[in-house]
């Protein structure tokens, strides 16, 4: 029998290759005593044609690959792929609390802060998760005045964004009372610096043939009420503090004063919902043009409140009367802190000349509100704080207005129309101006 060998070329190209024998040799190997191995040689590259060429590139190649994109790497482990589904479809099918905590971790990082807050708010309880949701938005946040927590900054502030933006008679109220459901365990407290008025457009003109049965000083004023807070405040169950003040900021060349305009249904409806709100600790409006009767009004409200321990009505314009309400509030609350700086406090007295309040406990924050009620005063002459535990400084600045006081009563003294009768300064060598 014959035996063929085989030997594989250098070229990369040629797979297989069979040796061809001579015919006289094969007769010599017959004849031959012994056995002998035919010499390999080696043939030159041939070109495969046809059926031969594609078995040759599949071998050479092994792998067939239809995607162009196809590639070695580790398929994903299924938790994975799970957990990237999930929060693919997380807004339409929140699943969270049913995974394992590290899987629930896992989710919490992948979730993109602007899903919508009826998902998250109840669902997810993760700070991290609300620390992005904060930063998303808001480029400056101070976690430490809401509380450090930053689900409750995130709600906190986005609800005062919607108190500051609402239009009365525009906004739709439910956007504020719509989110209650979500935020009620959340917000702590409210700080609005911004309260827009209603926009009323100008009256159309009125046509010749117009009926002129009614007469033109019955034309309506418009309204300029604010936002109620009453709904609001009455769902916030853990409300602690309210700071308001009502302006408009940025208002440009739109400048009315109409627009600073703390009015009477605003001061009424806000004394009763203070007054219902039996959370609130803190409560501050300040440089709302708040006068004597409208501090009254939100005065009377806090009587006997059962947890109020701070009182801000800085920067309006409270008088004497204000102040006398204000005084019957420390014997009917739990109030601590009572803060009126920046009114008119003493300012609009023009017969007071002394005051005796000695032996009574002031103290610092007290000789402060003395010393800016004696700010605009001309008229006070005498002020006794003895043993009133008032600051040294707020007594000799006190003490540095009664001078001037004291000063300007003597030169209207030595003024010389002030010894003359009427009629004398109405002589002929006088004549009235």
């Known amino acids: 029998m014959q035996k063929s060998l085989a030997t594989p070329a250098p070229s990369a190209t040629s797979q297989s290759f069979i040796s061809i024998q001579d015919p006289s040799s094969t007769t010599d190997q017959v004849l031959s005593p012994g056995p002998q191995l035919s010499k390999p040689s080696v043939p030159p590259p041939v070109k495969s044609k046809g059926l031969n060429s594609g078995a040759g590139a599949r071998r050479l190649r092994r792998i067939i690959a239809e995607d162009a994109e196809w590639s070695l790497a580790i398929v994903p482990p299924l938790t994975e792929l799970c957990i990237q589904n999930i929060v693919k479809n997380f807004q339409n099918n929140p699943i969270l609390t049913q995974l394992l905590p590290e899987h629930q971790q896992k989710v919490l990082n992948y979730l993109s802060p602007d899903l919508p807050l009826a998902v998250t708010a109840n669902l997810v309880h993760d700070e991290s998760y609300w620390r992005r949701c904060c930063l998303h938005r808001w480029p400056v946040c101070h976690v430490d005045s809401h509380g450090s927590s930053w689900k409750c900054m995130f709600f906190e502030r986005h609800l005062e964004n919607l108190l500051k933006h609402f239009i009365p008679g525009t906004t739709d109220p439910a956007?504020?009372?719509?989110?209650?459901?979500?935020?009620?365990?959340?917000?702590?407290?409210?700080?609005?610096?911004?309260?827009?008025?209603?926009?009323h457009l100008p009256p159309a003109p009125r046509r010749e043939d117009q009926s002129d049965s009614g007469s033109e000083g019955e034309t309506e004023e418009p309204t300029r009420d604010h936002y109620q807070l009453n709904d609001l405040v009455a769902g916030l169950s853990q409300l602690e503090?309210?700071?308001?003040?009502?302006?408009?900021?940025?208002?440009?060349?739109?400048?009315?004063?109409?627009?600073?305009?703390?009015?009477?249904?605003?001061?009424?409806?806000?004394?009763?919902?203070?007054?219902?709100?039996?959370?609130?600790?803190?409560?501050?409006?300040?440089?709302?043009?708040?006068?004597?009767?409208?501090?009254?009004?939100?005065?009377?409200?806090?009587?006997?409140?059962?947890?109020?321990?701070?009182?801000?009505?800085?920067?309006?314009?409270?008088?004497d009367r204000g102040v006398r309400a204000a005084a019957k509030l420390l014997s009917?609350?739990?109030?601590?802190?009572?803060?009126?700086?920046?009114?008119?406090?003493?300012?609009?007295?023009?017969?007071?000349?002394?005051?005796?309040?000695?032996?009574?406990?002031?103290?610092?924050?007290?000789?402060?509100?003395?010393?800016?009620?004696?700010?605009?005063?001309?008229?006070?002459?005498e002020f006794d704080l003895r043993l009133s535990d008032v600051a040294q400084e707020s007594e000799y600045l006190i003490g540095q207005a009664l001078c001037a006081n004291r000063e300007a009563a003597r030169q209207r003294g030595l003024n010389a129309s002030h010894f003359m009768s009427p009629l004398t300064a109405k002589g002929p060598e006088n004549p009235s101006r």
């Open 241 to 319: 503090e309210l700071d308001l003040v009502y302006r408009v900021k940025d208002c440009g060349m739109n400048f009315e004063w109409n627009l600073f305009l703390f009015t009477y249904r605003d001061c009424h409806s806000l004394a009763a919902t203070i007054k219902a709100c039996h959370t609130l600790k803190i409560f501050r409006l300040t440089r709302s043009k708040v006068d004597d009767d409208k501090a009254r009004i939100l005065i009377r409200s806090l009587l006997d409140h059962p947890a109020l321990e701070e009182l801000d009505l800085s920067h309006n314009l409270i008088g």
């Open 175 to 199: 956007v504020i009372l719509d989110l209650l459901p979500l935020c009620r365990n959340y917000v702590h407290r409210i700080r609005v610096d911004q309260f827009l008025p209603p926009v």
């Open 332 to 381: 009917h609350s739990r109030l601590r802190v009572l803060n009126l700086a920046n009114n008119q406090v003493l300012s609009v007295n023009t017969t007071l000349t002394s005051i005796n309040l000695s032996c009574n406990h002031i103290g610092l924050d007290g000789g402060k509100q003395l010393l800016e009620g004696m700010s605009d005063n001309k008229t006070l002459l």
